[in-house]
C-alpha cells in the first residue's frame, strides 16, 4: 500500500470513533462545568474534548487488531458488545494511568515512588465519574457498532438518513 493510501485508510478507520468520541467528551467537559462552576475549579474544554477524542479513538484502533476481540461471533449481540466493552474500558484506563503516571515518573524515578504521588493527587470523585462516563460510553458505542456490523453501514445508513423500513430499496 502506497504511504497516502495508508494515510487515508487509517484516517478513514479512526474518524468514526473519534467524532463519536468527541461528542462523548464535549458532553462530559460541559457537565463538569457546569457541576463544578460554583467552585472555580478550571477544566479543559474543546480541547480536552479533541485531544480525549483523539486518544480513545487510537486506542479503540489499536485494541481492535487485537486477535481476540471478535471473541463471540455466533452470540447474541451483548456478548460481543459486554465484552468489547469492558476490553476498551480497561484499555483506556491503563493509557489514562501511563498518561499521569509518566510525568510523575520521570520527576521521581521510580515507579512504586510514581505511584504513590499519583495515589495522593488524584481527584477520586472526578476520577470516577469520568470512569463511569467512559463505561457508558464504551457500552453505547460498543452497540452501535456491533448492530453497523449486523445490519450493514449502507442499511444503517439508509434507516437513519433516508428513512423507510429495513429491506426498501
Known sequence: MKPLEKLKHEFLLI?????????AFLLL???QRLVQRQYGIPLSGFGGAV???????????????LPFMNKFPGK????????????????????????HIFPLLRKY????????????????????IIQMWLAVVFFLYCSLRELV?????????????LGGKAGQG
Not at 456490523?149 to 438518513?161: A, K, Q, S, Y
Open 29 to 31: 467537559a460541559i457537565t
Open 109 to 128: 524515578g521510580a515507579i512504586m515512588e510514581a505511584h504513590r504521588h499519583l495515589v495522593a493527587e488524584v481527584i477520586w470523585p472526578h476520577f470516577w
Open 76 to 99: 447474541p449481540l451483548l456478548y460481543n458488545i459486554a465484552w468489547k466493552s469492558s476490553v476498551y474500558f480497561l484499555a483506556t484506563f491503563l493509557v489514562r494511568y501511563i498518561e
Open 149 to 161: 456490523r449486523v445490519i450493514g453501514r449502507e442499511e444503517v445508513i439508509r434507516m437513519f438518513l
Open 15 to 23: 474518524l468514526p470513533p473519534v467524532i463519536f468520541f468527541f461528542f
Open 51 to 65: 485531544i480525549g477524542a483523539l486518544l480513545v479513538g487510537k486506542v479503540v484502533l489499536i485494541v481492535d487488531s
